[in-house]
Nanobody, 125 residues
Framework: VQLQASGGGSVQAGGSLRLSCAAS????????MAWFRQAPGKEREFVAA????????YYGDSVKGRFTISRENAKNTVYLQMNSLKPDDTAIYYC???????????????????WGQGTLVTVSS
């Protein structure tokens, strides 16, 4: 599956952005999806993940209550709605896919088979 992330940009603290990740090349419903982020000089960090059907979702502690992951299987797209953004949210955001037939370690970068190219989010104070 090929993943194309979009929607990044620059925003002031307290603002909102919605990221999108469009999938192609394979049956989207066969994949659990996730968002990770990586700030300069830091390790890749788990942000959010969603079950292949959309019935279950998980969040990293730093984004709980502010970010929402969702998916539209009919559009082969997963979203990340980001509200109340903080300067610490500045990073490159990556979407990732894990085939649903395999064990799913939702918060581990190594638990995913495919990655998008990333989209930059910059939050200024």
């Amino acid at each position: 599956v090929q993943l194309q992330a979009s929607g990044g940009g620059s925003v002031q603290a307290g603002g909102s952005l919605r990221l999108s990740c469009a999938a192609s090349g394979s049956t989207f419903e066969n994949y659990h999806m996730a968002w990770f982020r990586q700030a300069p000089g830091k390790e890749r960090e788990f942000v959010a993940a969603i079950f292949w059907s959309g019935g279950l979702s998980y969040y990293g502690d730093s984004v709980k209550g502010r970010f929402t992951i969702s998916r539209e299987n009919a559009k082969n797209t997963v979203y990340l709605q980001m509200n109340s953004l903080k300067p610490d949210d500045t990073a490159i955001y990556y979407c990732a896919a894990r085939l649903k037939f395999n064990t799913w370690r939702y918060s581990a970068p190594g638990g995913y088979d495919y990655w998008g190219q990333g989209t930059l989010v910059t939050v200024s104070s």
